[in-house]
């Protein structure tokens, strides 16, 4: 093995375990990312981050941890998936569940009326972690929101225009952007009889026939929630209902419906956002889903999430079983060879997601919707009313990693255009001379870290490593003031004098296209 | 004010603090970055990966978070300023002290046996925070590293060579290079007759020579370290010394240095470091300095740290002295204000950094060395021996924004390239098909989120967020299928056929400068 090598995290001595006394891991549920994780990983960001600004979005930043009086009661039940950390001196402080939470604090400290803003970042939340699922306890957020007082559905129109903006941007398979409105929802419920104070639970049952056949949501929404059979019946009809424009038209003609002035005002609501949306050209992507109702308490107007369809999405889920079945089986075999004895691996094991039987693909891969009073809950004086959206960059990520191994498609690690070598003994001067130049010329440029390395040992790197060009340098080439030039990939050799090879080479380099 | 627009973290409805029931603050010693700051920072961030990059490194991640048993015995005495998570289920956390530690455990676990990597990430210390000197208790870290079994000097010149690099491209005025060597210092120690147990404590007592008069090192090293006063005169003699090349040549023919096989190695070693840096052009920067020890216990070969110079800091040091004393007074006002009452508020004045009469102006702006033995602290088969440096990027943002308030510089927070706006009613759907077209085109738009804006409120947007074009289209502009195409900054306003005005907007854009 070339011991040249400085870029492939799989150049390992010995992949069986002596760490001694240390045991030698990241943390439960989370992980490191490698040099072509990372690149996969800051290739999705850059286009993400080029949508935002295309719209004029700017950015912040705000602490990893918040006081935790901050967080609390803004997250119902998933609040006990919030990391604490230990009291720093009276201050009781809380990893950051989301992105959103920290903004409406940031708005409301700062007074702000009004901006138009993207974060990335990772937050943190004590789930069950599964691997296999890419379900973490670290994972990024991607969050871009409008905040402040504008008219009906124009920065609502422009959160969806962006969602689709970046799905076909970062060209992963055909996509679906559902959308609902939560007072819709709420007139819907309330017309079909449901109790003011079961709205929330009736929605979150109603939120799974995505998954889920209408015969056991109804099962739940009778004998879990209590809600009468016939009151079911009424939601089912409506909760079954998808499409289009016409679809908005066609409610707006239920009487029943449209004397809930909750209701009514959704209607109008979504009709101009269809219409806005025709004119951004992404009408044929949005389904008006009746069904979709989003977890978190704090939406208050229009809702929305993207899914990603196509064969990518089919290789995945089957990828997702497999994956997670070898897993199952494994963990059968270990759990069968530890005989009981309850050693602290078979622990960690048996704590692990067990359920191999649901395999759930792919899922939504972004979302998000408006809340107008999250703002509030910080100041009672202040009214920011805000939309935005969240992209599941984690999903995207593992999406963008199956496409690549599917299609053996080909990631660069390290950006470097050129190597400089050396075939005979004496010459790391000469190298270091000719690094210098590329250098200044702002030319990605590596030479080999031993003194004397072997020309084999160098060409190879530039092949593992997917280098474009190697400079060769040799005895001959130094006294006639020339350089060899190879293009690594064909090995096609040429000569060039020394005062012409920055303008050869940049010349060259314009030409080649980025791997990826 | 205009009620349109969306960037300014300055558009604050009232400053009095109202906000009720809620501490609404970030946790102490954190701050927020508002989009001004972000796009400082991000234009720092930009230019340190480009040198990253130009020399060939891949970057990885790493969690916010580690098992505490990686970071325990990795700091000395620091270790008091790790913050601990709360017990997860039996898994102690504490979040990173820095990346360097980190890394050594991601080399260790995967068993690599050579990386060129960068890491930008943020970091973790209780410190005591003080805002006016940007000491944070959340910071970021931008480290780059070469691990591997590589020949004398070869790595180390090019770590040089890139903090030379970056501090070049980042443009915040001149800067030395401090160079000294562990085995130099222990060889140097060791001559002049310091115990080998006292070796750590002598050296970081001669770190301080930058900072303190040499008499109050001596007395320092005599009265509470208990060092010989002959020997304290002796360690005088060398630590005075700097230079550059020639300062080698005369402590390699100083015959009891020499003597010293771990002195007489670590000369041989700055000698070629000195010749390689010479063939990078970076020899004049370079200053070899004997009393450079650097505080971190893991280093041990040539170390290094950069300082900046000129006119700038002088500038900084001045506002920091005056921010200082103008907090000091502030204070002394709220404490006699409280006359005795112990609030929180006061609590806390109490406890920040009351020491105003030392200015540290900024200070070393980047450093590393060599560090052969950390990842075989985690694993005792692996020998990987390691080189690198940290950019001190919140003192490079610090000194970026003073260089920015000083030469009144230019900054936007948003890149957007075209504001469409409309001087009549009724037209936000003409307002949007121009936004999709020129979106379509990858030109960044934006355009109001009211339905019937004021022109001069649309305007004044633009003038404000330093937008350099405006589109503006009204019934007569639509009836003769043009636009009316305003540059901002200078208020002309040229009238645009609609089919060309893709083309005419993207060949002005190319000849916009970017204002930072």
Chains 1, 2 share one sequence.
Not at 87 to 113: C, H, K, W
Not at 124 to 131: G, V
Not at 191 to 199: F, H, L, N, S, T
Not at 377 to 386: L, R, T
Request: glycine share 6%; proline share 3%; with cysteine.
């Amino acid at each position: 093995k070339n011991d040249n090598s400085q870029q492939q995290p799989s150049q390992k001595k010995s992949k069986k375990d002596e760490a001694g006394k240390f045991l030698l891991k990241a943390p439960k549920g989370t992980r490191d990312f490698d040099p072509l994780q990372m690149a996969v990983r800051d290739n999705v960001f850059k286009k993400i981050i080029e949508c935002f600004q295309l719209h004029g979005a700017v950015t912040i930043d705000t602490p990893v941890f918040e006081r935790k009086e901050i967080l609390t009661q803004k997250y119902g039940e998933d609040s006990k998936l919030i990391y604490d950390l230990n009291d720093q001196a009276g201050e009781l402080l809380s990893l950051r569940y989301d992105l959103t939470v920290p903004f409406a604090r940031y708005l409301a400290m700062n007074r702000l009326i009004n901006i138009k803003r993207y974060q990335i970042g990772k937050v943190y939340r004590r789930d069950q972690p599964c691997a296999a699922r890419g379900r973490y306890r670290e994972f990024y957020q991607c969050d871009f929101d409008i905040a402040g007082v504008y008219d009906k559905m124009l920065p609502d129109s422009e959160c969806v225009k962006i969602m689709a903006d970046i799905l076909t941007k970062v060209d992963l398979g055909d996509f679906q952007i559902k959308i609902n409105h939560r007072k819709l929802l709420d007139g819907m419920f309330e017309v079909c009889g449901v109790p003011k104070d079961k709205i929330r639970l009736v929605s979150s049952s109603i939120d799974k026939l995505d998954k889920t056949e209408w015969t056991d949501v109804k099962k739940e929404l009778v004998e879990e929630k209590s809600i009468d059979p016939e009151v079911a019946d009424k939601i089912g009809e409506y909760a079954k209902l998808s499409g289009g424009m016409e679809l908005i038209d066609q409610l707006k003609s239920d009487e029943v419906l449209n004397k809930n002035k909750s209701a009514s005002e959704a209607l109008d609501d979504l009709d101009l956002l269809f219409k806005y949306c025709a004119i951004f050209g992404i009408k044929d992507k949005l389904l008006f889903d009746l069904s979709l109702a989003r977890g978190l308490d704090y939406y208050t107007g229009v809702i929305y999430e993207a899914i990603l369809k196509g064969d990518l999405v089919d290789y995945i889920a089957e990828q997702q079983k497999k994956a997670l079945a070898e897993k199952a089986a494994a963990r059968a075999v270990a759990i069968e060879k530890a005989k009981g004895k309850k050693t602290k691996e078979i622990l960690e094991l048996e704590d692990e997601d067990a359920d191999v039987n649901v395999s759930s693909g792919v899922g939504t891969v972004a979302a998000g919707g408006r809340y107008d009073e999250l703002v509030n809950m910080f100041d009672k004086k202040q009214n920011v009313p805000c939309v935005g959206l969240s992209i599941g960059v984690e999903r995207l990520f593992a999406v963008m990693e199956a496409k690549i191994k599917r299609d053996n498609l080909k990631v660069r690690a390290c950006e470097t255009e050129v190597y400089v070598a050396t075939p005979q003994k004496g010459l790391v001067e000469e190298r270091l001379r000719l690094c210098q130049m590329l250098w200044e010329a702002n030319i990605k440029t590596e030479h080999s870290y031993k003194a004397n390395p072997k020309i084999l040992h160098q060409l190879q790197y530039c092949e593992e490593n997917k280098i474009p060009y190697a400079i060769i340098i040799g005895q001959d080439e130094i006294e006639n003031r020339v350089v060899k030039l190879r293009e690594v990939a064909s090995r096609a050799e040429e000569t060039v004098p020394r005062e012409k090879l920055i303008e050869t080479l940049s010349e060259k380099l314009l030409k080649t296209i980025k791997t990826y």
